[in-house]
């Protein structure tokens, strides 16, 4: 089995940062793009940013120069920085991951539980 555990939402007022982590672990042979994603109330899940293994990123256009992805692979784990927090960044942050479980396996993605993230103005 393949797990996506993350830590690190909670409040925090406009303006202000906080530090997401997930961390992948269980039976896993190689991984591909993580990343980040969030879904407001009432609106669709939307990719915030994304990470190749290679270290080349992918950025939402409203979190542009405010957000920052990065991954340790030796961990199997991918961050997200969040500076400049705005009201609109609320919402439930889910990880995802594209991996393989085995050597020539199909590439699947993996989704972690969602942690909640909410900017007060």
């Known amino acids: 089995q393949v797990q996506l555990v993350e830590s690190g939402g909670g409040l925090v007022q406009a303006g202000g940062s906080l530090r997401l982590s997930c961390a992948a672990s269980?039976?896993?042979?190689?991984?591909?793009?993580m990343g980040w994603y969030r879904q407001a109330p009432g609106k669709q899940r939307e990719l915030v940013a994304a990470?190749?293994?290679?270290?080349?990123?992918n950025y939402a256009d409203s979190v542009k120069g405010r957000f920052t992805i990065s991954r340790d692979n030796a961990k199997n784990t991918v961050y997200l920085q969040m500076n400049v927090m705005k009201p609109e960044d609320t919402a439930v942050y889910y990880c995802?991951?594209?991996?393989?479980?085995?050597?020539?396996?199909?590439?699947?993605?993996?989704w972690g539980q969602g942690t909640q993230v909410t900017v007060s103005s």
């Open positions: 990470i190749t293994s290679d270290g080349s990123t």
């Open positions: 995802n991951a594209n991996l393989r479980r085995y050597n020539r396996g199909s590439w699947t993605d993996y």
């Open positions: 269980g039976s896993i042979f190689s991984i591909g793009v």
